[in-house]
Each structure stands twice: as structure tokens, then as C-alpha cells.
């Protein structure tokens, strides 16, 4: 038998090192989020020890360091990393017997057994096995979006009369509402408000603010998918493990 906090990541270590994780099993993870979802958010193992042990555990800043002077955890003497990994266990085989005994006051065990645990084996699975993207096409759509995005800002800077930093809030709203003389529709406690909602309310309006928010698609576009995602690519398999 084996406590453990968060089964799926432990599943997907034992993979790659050719290991087979098997035996009844409890995660106090899961358990806690089966015990009660609104408390210890997101169950993070300090989170789901200090509600139900009433134990802390140490930082990872306590072994690594941090800021200039952090290291990596392969550069962390052997007896110092099994001090710290011996603190971690510690506390979630503590954890066990509490919140299995939660588990059955909160009728929850057979839907721990029947429904999640089998369910974190296939979401270890499917990143595992990961996603196949082909990295030439992002490229290119990349390509793509970052010249639509370059013209789309050559256009605003002609409406606005000036160039200026279309992701600034403040410099957006001078030219919008002080400059261009565009009806306030929201204002915040920092100034005027340049949201989604207030855009696509402004955008019958002038065509600056129509450009505006396809100047934003864009960049989500290309900060979300095509930029991050490539860099998402193990070089390995050639595939993204989400």
C-alpha cells in the first residue's frame, strides 16, 4: 500500500524510469479535493498539511536557494535533498490515515476508487504520450500573424495621427479618449478603462478601436500558440507533454 500526493506526476516519474506503479494507493491530493474543493486551493502538499496534520513543510527555497544564488536540484548534496525528500514523505504518510478516514465520513472512497484514481493513470497516459505539432507550420503561421500584426499597427498609428505603444493602457487612453475625443465608457481607479468591452463598444464608432481589438487577436495568437507552443516541443519526441 501507498500514500502519495498527486499519483499522476508519480505515475509519469515511474515511466521514465522504466517503473511500474502499482499496489492500493491513496492520493492526498485528490483526496482533499474530494474531502472538501473550496478548502486548500489548489492542494498543494504545504496547503492539504497544515489544514489536516497541522504540519508545515519545508519550502523548495530551503534546498535550492533562490535568486542569483539558487541551483539546480542536481546540484543539491545527496544528504541535503534526502533530509528534505524524508520531510515531504513524512507528512503525507501522516496525511493517509486522516484523510482516508474523511474519505469514508464523506461517502467518498468508491468514487476515489471507481472514478479518480483509474482517471489520473489516463491523463498520465495521454501526456505521456503527448501531442504531435509540426513545427514548420507553426513557424509559418507565426510568420504570418506577425506581419498581420505589423500592418495592423502601421494602420492604428495612421488613425491615432501618432505612433505610441498600443500596449500601454495609459498611452491607449490618451490617444483614445484625450486626443481622439472618443466617449468614456468605463473608467477605472487608475483611469480610463481600455477592455475588451469598452472596444467593441467604441468600435462603431471609429475604426481605431476596430484595429485595436485585431491588433490584440493577434497577439494572443501568437504569445499563446504559435510562439509558446514551439517552444513547448520536446526535442526528444518531437511532440508537446501538456
Known amino acids: ?4 500526493h498527486d499519483v499522476k506526476e508519480l505515475a509519469i516519474l515511474c515511466w521514465r524510469h522504466g517503473l511500474t506503479l502499482g499496489g492500493e494507493i491513496l492520493d492526498t491530493m485528490i483526496a482533499s479535493f474530494l ?3 473550496a478548502k486548500c486551493i489548489p492542494h498543494e502538499l504545504d496547503q492539504v498539511a497544515k489544514e489536516y496534520v497541522q504540519r508545515a513543510i519545508p519550502s523548495p527555497k530551503s534546498l535550492l536557494g533562490s535568486g542569483q544564488s539558487a541551483r539546480s536540484p542536481g546540484a543539491v548534496e545527496v544528504t ?16 493517509g490515515p486522516v484523510l ?12 476515489w ?6 482517471l489520473a493513470y489516463v491523463l498520465a497516459r495521454m501526456e505521456i ?3 504531435r505539432v509540426d513545427r514548420e507550420d507553426l ?8 506581419a498581420r500584426k505589423a500592418e495592423i499597427e502601421k494602420r492604428i498609428y495612421v488613425l491615432a495621427g501618432r505612433e505610441f505603444n498600443i500596449g500601454s493602457t495609459k498611452q491607449l487612453a490618451d490617444v483614445l479618449f484625450e486626443e481622439l475625443k472618443l466617449p468614456v465608457v468605463k473608467k477605472t481607479k487608475t483611469g480610463y478603462s481600455t477592455d475588451a468591452e469598452v472596444l467593441e463598444r467604441l468600435a462603431p464608432k471609429h475604426e481605431i478601436a476596430q484595429q485595436i481589438l485585431a491588433q490584440r487577436e493577434l497577439a494572443k495568437l501568437i504569445n499563446t500558440y504559435t510562439d509558446v507552443l514551439r517552444e513547448a516541443i520536446a526535442p526528444e519526441t518531437g511532440r508537446i507533454h501538456a
Open 1 to 4: 500500500p501507498k500514500v502519495v
Open 35 to 37: 474531502v472538501d474543493p
Open 80 to 95: 541535503a535533498a534526502a533530509s528534505y525528500a524524508a520531510q515531504l514523505a513524512d507528512v503525507v504518510l501522516a496525511l
Open 100 to 111: 482516508r478516514q474523511r474519505l469514508e465520513k464523506e461517502g467518498q472512497v468508491a468514487h
Open 113 to 118: 476508487e471507481s472514478l479518480e484514481h483509474p
Open 129 to 131: 504520450a503527448g501531442i
Open 139 to 146: 513557424a509559418q503561421m507565426g510568420e504570418e500573424f506577425h
